[in-house]
Each structure stands twice: as structure tokens, then as C-alpha cells.
């Protein structure tokens, strides 16, 4: 069975500093990975999609990487901004369960202090 | 409106209520989804809809009953809730055929008294 984790469960920085968000997953058959973020009452949005078949993606200060094979994939944020708190949610679709059943981690909590 | 709505947006029920849960979707998808979110625990698949037929239902206990409409459309009904079932039900849409985007509604926080 997928699993998902991610650390650290909360992270509290700066105004300006680079970070770096972790997921881990232990099942590598995976047919993508997804960053979401979440802000507090609201509903989840998409930041990054990562196919199988792909190292990265980029969107602006945000840079995901995926290692397939280690079953690892970062968040990288860079001069982080007090509007980027929220919470960041890392999903991955199974290759075996009908590509619509993502599977969550806990995600992580963070807070960008000016 | 575009995007996926929810309503309503907090609910408070007894254990022996009913009440549905609507959710609306304005991005011409033929997907929808129900997610639960507990405290301290990852977002919970509960059902899938492709094209008005549920094409899965992840051990989601009979209380919770979904009802689908129409692609637009996605409700929730329940009865006869635990106090446990308390948390943030999220709906969600994509494309069907699997591997797309799913967009999320901002969700209905649910407190069973």
C-alpha cells in the first residue's frame, strides 16, 4: 500500500530565505507526483505536476524535483514571501489503481514571518 | 462562478440529522470526487464519479451516501453520523481517463454534536 510523508510537519522562516519542502513515498510505481497548497478553510490548489517520466518543474519561485527510483521529491521555495504560508500537500497517483486515486501525505505547515 | 463550489460552507448537525452536501463544478469536467480531511491525518479518497457513474467507493461506511446527477454536479448525503466524521469533506474535479489536475472546492467543515 502507498505511502506518503512529509517532513517536517511545520517550518517557520523568515522573510527571504530559500526553503525546502520533502515527500517521501514507498512505492515508486507511481504515474505522477503533485504539490498542492492549502490555505487555511480553503480548498486545495495544484502548484506542480511532475509526470514519471520527468525530473522537475518549475513555476516561478517554486521547483519541484522528483527521484522516481529513491521515491523522493522536494519543494523548493525560493525568497520566500509571508503570502506563501499555507500548508503544502505532496500527492502521488498510483500507476495501479486507475489513475484517479491520489494518495496524500500529511503535509507540511509553514509559516513566513516579514 | 467558475471553479468547483461547495455548499454549505460549515455544518453543524446532531447524530440523528440528515443533511446533503452539495458541490458544483463550472470547468466542464467529467470527473468528480468526495475527499474527507481529518485532523492530523492525510486527505481520505470516498468516492469517484466518471461520467455519473461511480466507478469507486473506497470502504466509505453507508452513512455517508453520494448522489451524482449529472457531470456538474456531486452530493453528499448523510444520516445518522458519528461524532468521528467531523472534519473538512472536500469535492473535486478533472478530466476522466485518470492523471489529470483534479481542482478542489474550498470544502464544507462538518461537526457532528
Known amino acids: 500500500k502507498q505511502e506518503v510523508t512529509q517532513i517536517p510537519a511545520a517550518l517557520s522562516v523568515p522573510e527571504g530565505e530559500n526553503l525546502v519542502l520533502n515527500c517521501s513515498f514507498t512505492?515508486?510505481?507511481?504515474?505522477?507526483l503533485q504539490w498542492f497548497r492549502q490555505d487555511p478553510g480553503k480548498g486545495l490548489t495544484s502548484l506542480l505536476l511532475?509526470?514519471?517520466?520527468?525530473r522537475e518543474q518549475t513555476s516561478g519561485r517554486l521547483n519541484a524535483s522528483l527521484d522516481k527510483s529513491s521515491g523522493r521529491s522536494t519543494l523548493y521555495i525560493a525568497a520566500s514571501q509571508p503570502g506563501d504560508s499555507a500548508t503544502y500537500l505532496c500527492?502521488?497517483?498510483?500507476?495501479?489503481?486507475?489513475?484517479?486515486?491520489?494518495?496524500f501525505g500529511t503535509g507540511t505547515r509553514l509559516l513566513v514571518s516579514p | 462562478e467558475t471553479g468547483v463550489t461547495q455548499t454549505p460552507r460549515h455544518l453543524v448537525m446532531g447524530m440523528t440529522n440528515k443533511k446533503s452536501l452539495k458541490c458544483e463544478q463550472h470547468?466542464?469536467?467529467?470527473?468528480m470526487y468526495w475527499y474527507k480531511q481529518s485532523a492530523k491525518k492525510p486527505l481520505e479518497l470516498m468516492f469517484v464519479?466518471?461520467?455519473?457513474?461511480?466507478?469507486e467507493n473506497n470502504s466509505v461506511p453507508s452513512r455517508f451516501s453520494p448522489e451524482c446527477p449529472n457531470s456538474s454536479h456531486l452530493f453528499l448525503h448523510l444520516h445518522t453520523l458519528q461524532p468521528e466524521d467531523s472534519a473538512l469533506y472536500l469535492c473535486?474535479?478533472?478530466?476522466?481517463?485518470?492523471?489529470?489536475?483534479?481542482?478542489f472546492g474550498p470544502g464544507t467543515r462538518l461537526t457532528v454534536l
Open positions: 464519479y466518471n461520467f455519473k457513474e461511480q466507478t
Open positions: 511532475i509526470q514519471s517520466s520527468q
Open positions: 512505492d515508486s510505481a507511481i504515474y505522477n
Open positions: 500527492a502521488v497517483l498510483p500507476q495501479n489503481t486507475g489513475f484517479q486515486k491520489l494518495v
Open positions: 473535486a474535479s478533472s478530466q476522466a481517463g485518470g492523471g489529470d489536475t483534479q481542482y
Open positions: 470547468l466542464g469536467h467529467n470527473a
